[in-house]
């Protein structure tokens, strides 16, 4: 009699603690993955950033090269040592 009310009792508590595992994973991935999309997003948009500058950058130092070399040119009895 008390074995079958103690398996009865087991299984209501394993019934409980699946319920409770799913409730917990469930509010990991709702929480979560809005979470994780937001940070992969936020690093896209730096890594983005981050190659338009590096690209100005290099155009505006080819500029200067440009602009030097021009320079150059026009100064024909400018020699370097």
Request: net charge positive.
């Amino acid at each position: 009699q008390f074995a079958h009310i103690r398996w009865k009792a087991f299984l209501v508590y394993l019934v409980y603690l699946v319920f409770f595992v799913y409730l917990v994973y469930f509010v990991f991935l709702v929480c979560l993955v809005p979470v994780e999309w937001l940070v992969l997003n936020q690093i896209q948009r730096d890594e983005s950033v981050r190659v338009v500058r590096t690209r100005e950058r290099l155009k505006a130092r080819n500029v200067r090269k440009d602009r030097l070399r021009k320079f150059i040119a026009l100064q024909p009895d400018l020699e370097f040592s």
